[in-house]
């Protein structure tokens, strides 16, 4: 089992820069997948970025080329930079690990784009 906590989420004008952060309750050594999701007002929740172990990344075509995915073991921690942000980006966005136990969520981080 696994808790996880998001902090980072802002309001943020558009063409600027978030870093995300998400907590685990215990080492992300040995977690295979570890993702990023977003869901705004009206919307189905969707992938933004997901990392494995084996250091595959996927990103959406979306955020591709603004947004990063890392993770830091030592620190059970999992990071989301995200740069060149667009109003589309106004989301809660979840962070997510998928164990040998279940399908674990965040409670989530408000991301507002606005001018």
């Known amino acids: 089992q696994v808790q996880l906590v998001e902090s980072g989420g802002d309001l943020v004008q558009p063409g600027g820069s978030l870093r995300l952060s998400c907590a685990a309750s215990?080492?992300?050594?040995?977690?295979?997948?570890m993702g990023w999701y977003r869901q705004a007002p009206g919307k189905q929740r969707e992938l933004v970025a997901s990392?494995?172990?084996?250091?595959?990344?996927i990103y959406a075509d979306s955020v591709k080329g603004r947004f990063t995915i890392s993770r830091d073991n030592a620190k059970n921690m999992m990071y989301l930079q995200m740069n060149s942000l667009k109003f589309e980006d106004t989301a809660v966005y979840y962070c997510?690990?998928?164990?040998?136990?279940?399908?674990?969520w965040g409670q989530g981080t408000q991301v507002t784009v606005s001018s």
């Open positions: 997510n690990a998928i164990t040998s136990s279940g399908d674990y």
């Open positions: 990392s494995t172990t084996a250091g595959s990344t």
């Open positions: 215990r080492s992300i050594f040995s977690i295979y997948y």
